[in-house]
């Protein structure tokens, strides 16, 4: 998912389509909180206006992370609209408020962005529907409770008004 200026002119005409399944594994060097990560498909289309070219992508894969809770290996699917724009020359005209990305070595490489966005739709927290795993359940100073146990637990201030309730029924 690399071209050359010269390439990218010479397609100008007949359209650019993109549909490919790329690597991203160098993510888990990125994030260590990524164990894994499947081949990811890239689909889309480019379109050319003057001097600018606007990829609008569709990325989608997998990615496996660690449950907050239990720290299983939770699998998490992703599907993201992404749209990337390139000034193919220095004299290219563009709004202001648009993010436009200048080229490297007079090529448009789209990996970088890929992997941008996959970091960026990545979740901060998800959850195993396991309860168990090798996360420990208790520490010094502290226990994992849940909501169950949480709502049959009673204040102890409150114990006789609990009591008053039970009598009144």
């Not at 390439?7 to 389509?17: E, P, T, V």
């Not at 990325?59 to 749209?83: H, K, W």
């Not at 563009?94 to 789209?110: I, M």
Request: proline letters at 5%; one cysteine or more.
């Amino acid at each position: 998912m690399k071209w050359s200026v010269q390439q990218l002119q010479a397609l100008k005409h007949k359209g650019l389509h993109v549909d490919e399944s790329v690597d991203v594994s160098t993510l888990k060097e990125i994030d260590r909180e990524i164990r894994e990560v499947t081949p990811v498909h890239v689909v889309g289309d480019a379109s050319f206006a003057k001097d600018i070219i606007t990829f609008t992508l569709q990325i989608s894969g997998s990615m496996t992370l660690p449950c907050a809770r239990t720290l299983n290996d939770v699998e998490y699917p992703f599907s993201i609209q992404a749209m990337e724009t390139f000034q193919l020359s220095e004299w290219a005209t563009f709004d202001e408020d648009e993010e436009v990305h200048e080229l490297v070595d007079n090529t448009v490489d789209l990996m970088p962005y890929v992997r941008e966005q996959i970091l960026l739709d990545k979740p901060l927290r998800v959850y195993s529907d396991k309860t168990e795993g090798p996360a420990p359940e208790e520490g010094p100073g502290w226990t994992l409770t849940t909501e169950e146990a949480q709502k049959e637990k009673v204040d102890p201030r409150l114990q006789k008004l609990q009591e008053f309730f039970k009598n009144n029924e």
